[in-house]
């Protein structure tokens, strides 16, 4: 009897290793189209990638909206989130954080300029268009040309006012990002 539940332990720790081994090889979900998400028009009209671009993978983040108070204001410092391949977040991929920048596991990265919003949540921080200025290292992020950040969840600016100046204000929030290539 004990012979079988050393075998049976074993048994499942081998699944147990090969299964976090499937998990961690897999790579970036890929679309299975050309094109981006659905965006309500006409309000987000302006986040249209232009042509000559093609969506090559989308994350799905979760992470942080730090801001600052003034003393008369909420100002934005930046994002900090982890970038998932998956909606249920279990392949971390990358992280986001101020720039903006996107950064995979692997080191590649993107730093990217805002080129419009819209807000279709008043709950929830804006939709964007935002426009690759570098890309470094090779990887997911080595020919991004354009990123949408679509589909968010909180982390808007807090309403109350900051306890003191400098005060600091963490608020959750999850996004889904479209990356965007040249179409070759």
């Not at 499937?22 to 970036?28: D, E, G, I, K």
């Not at 981006?36 to 909206?65: H, I, K, T, W």
């Not at 990265?109 to 929830?124: F, G, L, N, Y």
């Amino acid at each position: 009897m004990r012979y079988l539940k050393t075998k049976l332990v074993i048994g499942l720790v081998i699944l147990l290793i090969l299964s976090g081994l499937a998990l961690a090889s897999m790579t970036v979900a890929q679309p299975t189209h050309d094109r981006g998400p659905d965006l309500p028009s006409p309000l987000c009209d302006s986040l249209e990638v232009q042509s000559g671009n093609r969506l090559a993978f989308r994350v799905y983040a979760v992470g942080v909206q730090i801001y600052r108070w003034n003393g008369n204001n909420w100002d934005f410092v930046e994002p900090v989130a982890t970038l998932f391949a998956d909606p249920n977040h279990h392949v971390k991929v990358g992280t986001h954080y101020g720039g903006p920048t996107w950064e995979s596991i692997t080191g590649s990265k993107v730093i990217a300029s805002r080129q419009a919003s819209c807000s279709p949540d008043p709950t929830a921080i804006p939709w964007l268009l935002l426009q690759s200025v570098s890309t470094d290292g090779s990887g997911i992020f080595s020919s991004v040309t354009y990123i949408q950040r679509v589909n968010t969840k909180g982390g808007i600016a807090p309403t109350a006012p900051g306890s003191s100046i400098g005060a600091v204000a963490e608020v959750p929030y999850a996004a889904e990002y479209y990356f965007y290539r040249a179409r070759n």
